[in-house]
């Protein structure tokens, strides 16, 4: 479990460019759970992330990792690492390797994997996110399509088999099959027990992904429940500037003209039932 | 006008565009849509000459790209904001890092302030003109890159996947900055985007897949086959969805594909 209490983080504390980027933060993340965390741009939502592995460091407050405070010095960075696995908002900055096959497989690697378990992940891993690995493992990262640096980018996290997945915005630049690669691992996942938190500017996905949704808005957390309850305070998602999903939205619209729509989160469900009601 | 014309071009042995024709008037707003590795930032590269093809020939207003000594003219003219903004940052603070393309074009100082500010006003990014460019968030990054190139004012713009980091509303924001800019004044805007929602308003879409133009045409023309675009890795907007199944069910007419005209035919029923 993966528990953060009462963070502050300020970039650049004694200059004029002092930022309070994350104020008063406290959450618990349980196994299995799958979270999105939503907000505005420079709301915080890379910085929170960062704190789950220790990459940001709290000015304030503790980042606890199976109950063991992950900023004090005797934690191993390996211990973190194994547990949590995290894909960046710019997956091209953390490529280094020579081809897509060193590539994902440094991460195993480094946490001494066996080279049969190595290649099995890498291979796994590259299909989870639709590549056919024999035709991509030779080919340099670095002269990949922007979408395609970013699926390998992936790949390069799930083969480590970590056991809470945190991923930034994972399906921005991403085509229509890479989505869906990106949101079957996630929903597949959750049901073999794997912890997932994303952050997502796409409210579909928060809605129909998440189990659970954190919302930010200038540092602090001013949301953190279910996406029914959510989505349904049209003046909070207004407030923090965000929007309900096409769903919800269009149902809305339809009463003025259709009366009572009985409620339903699936967009086929509700055309079928819109269907029924001016069928003849 | 740019004007692609039977354009090829393969990095090493791998042909990436093959045989691709369209033309971008000014004053035209054309979308370009594709796959993952379909070719569009290969496409982006190749309008202002820093790709050149191997076969065919692009030229801007008429000067062909690969016309050395008029490169300098045709990237003023074409003005290009990558898919990944890091790659275009230079200076020490976003301000600096604006003036200085400003500078490089002989754009007097004072000149120069009133663009930045006006610009940095219209993106809401003016907290954001003393950081240095790359301690800012993914979203914030996206914004001063378009604003770099909108700055220097050129004829043609062309936007690859920059609302890919945005929030709904930023996105809504910089789409309706890229329709007046082409609506309003005059410029020639080619907008790259996974998200389709966001070509509704567009003049001519392009669409790509494995380096070829399988589809040119108005947005209604390209949303009328939904499968076929799923399946060449296209996502489809919701409303769009909605239309189409309706029209399956003959539930509304053949020319309803939007939200708007989803409710019009709904409502009127
Ligand atoms: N290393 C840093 N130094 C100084 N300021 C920073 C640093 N990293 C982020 N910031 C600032 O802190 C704020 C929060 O940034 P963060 O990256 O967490 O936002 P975000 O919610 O992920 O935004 P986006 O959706 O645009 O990615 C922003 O205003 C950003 O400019
Ligand atoms: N520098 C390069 N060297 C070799 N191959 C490249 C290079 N850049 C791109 N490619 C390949 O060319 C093809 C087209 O790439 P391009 O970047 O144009 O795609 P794209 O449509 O922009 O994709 P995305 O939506 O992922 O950004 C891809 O298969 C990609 O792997
Ligand atoms: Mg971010
Ligand atoms: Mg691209």
Redesign the pocket.
């Known amino acids: 479990m993966l528990e953060i209490r009462n963070v502050n983080v300020v ?2 504390p004694n200059t004029i ?1 002092r ?1 309070e ?1 994350l104020t008063n933060v406290s959450l618990q993340i349980s196994s299995g759970e799958s979270i999105a965390i939503i ?10 992330i960062q704190l789950f592995n220790g990459l940001v460091k709290p000015d304030e407050g503790e980042v606890l990792l199976d109950g063991v405070d992950i900023n004090t010095k005797n934690v191993s960075r390996k211990e973190i690492i194994r547990k949590v696995g995290i894909v960046f ?1 710019y997956p091209e900055e953390q490529f280094f390797a020579e081809t897509v096959f060193e590539e994902v497989a440094f991460g195993p690697r480094n946490l001494d994997f066996s080279q049969k378990e190595i290649k099995e992940c890498v291979y796994d891993a590259l299909r989870v996110m639709g590549f056919d690995p024999p035709s991509i493992i030779h080919r340099t990262p670095f002269s990949l399509s922007g979408g395609e640096k970013r699926r390998v980018a992936i790949a390069s996290v799930i083969a480590m088999r970590p056991e809470i997945l945190i991923l930034d ?1 994972p399906t921005a630049g991403m085509d229509y099959a890479g989505k869906t690669s990106v949101i079957s691992h996630i929903r597949e996942g959750r049901t073999g027990g794997l912890t997932t938190a994303f ?1 997502t ?1 796409d409210m579909e996905e928060a809605f129909y992904l998440a189990n659970r949704i954190i919302a ?1 808005d200038s ?1 602090f957390i001013v949301f953190d429940g279910s996406p029914e309850e959510f989505f349904s305070n049209r003046n909070l998602i207004s407030q923090i500037g965000l929007e309900a999903p096409f769903v919800l939205r269009f149902r809305e619209k339809l009463l003025d003209c259709l009366g009572e729509i009985p409620f339903s989160k699936n967009l086929e469900t509700l055309v079928d039932l819109i269907g029924a009601m001016i069928g003849h | 006008m740019i004007e692609f014309r039977d354009v090829s071009f393969a990095y090493d042995k791998h042909q990436v565009v093959e045989s691709v024709s369209f033309s971008i008037e000014k004053g035209e707003f054309v979308t370009l849509i594709g796959a993952n590795g379909s070719g569009k930032s290969t496409i982006a590269c190749l309008t202002n000459g820093l790709l050149l093809p191997f076969e065919g020939k692009v030229s801007v207003d008429g000067v062909s790209t690969d016309d050395i000594s008029l490169g300098r003219t045709i990237k003023r003219k074409v003005g290009l904001v990558f898919q990944n903004p890091d790659n275009q940052f230079i200076g020490m603070t976003v301000e600096e890092d604006l003036a200085f393309g400003l500078e490089n074009e002989n754009i007097e100082r004072d000149e120069a302030m009133v663009r930045i500010a006006s610009v940095a006003e219209l993106l809401g990014i003016e907290h ?1 003109l003393s ?1 240095p460019p790359y ?6 990054k996206q914004k001063v890159a378009i604003a770099s190139v909108l700055v220097l004012m050129p004829d043609y713009i062309v936007l690859d996947e920059v609302t890919s ?1 945005l ?1 709904p509303f930023g996105r809504k924001e910089i789409l309706s900055i890229v329709k007046d800019l082409a609506g309003n004044q005059g410029k020639g805007v080619l907008f790259i985007t996974h998200n389709t929602e966001e070509i509704v308003d567009s003049d001519d879409v392009l669409v790509v897949s494995n380096g070829k133009i399988v589809l040119h045409g108005g947005v209604k023309e390209v949303f009328a086959d939904v499968d076929f675009l799923q399946s060449i890795g296209i996502s489809i907007p919701p409303d769009v969805y909605v239309a189409s199944i309706l029209k399956k069910k003959h539930l509304v007419g053949e020319s309803v594909f939007f939200e708007k005209e989803i409710l019009d035919a709904i409502c009127l029923k």
Do not use: R
Not at chain 1, 39 to 44: L, N, P, T, V
Not at chain 2, 135 to 140: Q, R, T
């Open positions: 970039y650049d460019f930022k980027a907000g505005k741009i420079g709301s915080g939502k890379s910085t929170l908002q915005e952050v500017h930010l540092g | 954001c950081s301690l800012l968030s993914g979203g914030e980091l929030d």
